[in-house]
T-cell receptor, first 112, second 114 residues
Framework: SQKIEQNSEALNIQEGKTATLTCNYTNYSPAYLQWYRQDPGRGPVFLLL?????KEKRKERLKVTFDTTLKQSLFHITASQPADSATYLCALDTGGYNKLIFGAGTRLAVHP | SAVISQKPSRDICQRGTSLTIQCQVDSQVTMMFWYRQQPGQSLTLIAT?????????ESGFVIDKFPISRPNLTFSTLTVSNMSPEDSSIYLC???????????FGPGTRLTVL
């Protein structure tokens, strides 16, 4: 069956360190993979999109990698700050206007 | 980015009643999406709403329980019918735009059914 897996346990890191979140999927062939941030009581906010033919994408302190052989994406936040504390969701897009399939998210807590 | 508003932001309802959630977007869009997010869970797509046609429902969701209207290109409603406590959830509307179909979400409607 099709699955998207993100670490269910919260990730706790010290301010200034790099946070790395993992998204693994099975039985999908996504055209794109997207990452979202969700704060408590709010809707998800789009962060980054990476296409199947891209290995890496960067935006300011954020970096996403996409390995279609391993069926995995890694999401990095460098020089993390307490304001980065949130839940981060990955989502698969099979292209066109097909639906996005979301992972359950990983909660990140950055401590001062 | 998109501006999406939802009303109400939250509600507490009695079992057996119905609630209609409104979603307004700031520009015309072809497709709008309704998601549910149960406590501690990820987002689950309920249905896709195209203007001028019937909504397309995902497995496990039916029109009688979650009727959707899409009267124009900037507005949609989702009704949660004959509610039970299991319907307690956050309901989010969403639309996609941009070169790579980035998805934008409304702030959500937090529903509690007693």
């Amino acid at each position: 069956s099709q699955k998207i897996e993100q670490n269910s346990e919260a990730l706790n890191i010290q301010e200034g360190k790099t946070a790395t979140l993992t998204c693994n999927y099975t039985n999908y062939s996504p055209a794109y993979l997207q990452w979202y941030r969700q704060d408590p009581g709010r809707g998800p906010v789009f962060l980054l999109l990476i296409r199947e033919n891209e290995k890496e994408k960067r935006k300011e302190r954020l970096k996403v990698t996409f390995d279609t052989t391993l069926k995995q994406s890694l999401f990095h936040i460098t020089a993390s700050q307490p304001a980065d504390s949130a839940t981060y969701l990955c989502a698969l897009d099979t292209g066109g206007y097909n639906k996005l399939i979301f992972g359950a998210g990983t909660r990140l807590a950055v401590h001062p | 980015s998109a501006v999406i508003s939802q009303k109400p932001s939250r509600d507490i309802c009695q079992r057996g009643t119905s609630l209609t959630i409104q979603c307004q977007v700031d520009s015309q869009v072809t497709m709008m999406f309704w998601y549910r997010q149960q406590p501690g869970q990820s987002l689950t797509l309920i249905a896709t709403a195209n203007q001028g046609s019937e909504a397309t429902y995902e497995s496990g969701f039916v029109i009688d329980k979650f009727p959707i209207s899409r009267p124009n290109l900037t507005f949609s409603t989702l009704t949660v019918s004959n509610m039970s406590p299991e319907d307690s959830s956050i309901y989010l509307c969403s639309e996609r735009r941009g070169a790579w179909n980035e998805q934008f979400f409304g702030p959500g409607t937090r529903l509690t059914v007693l």
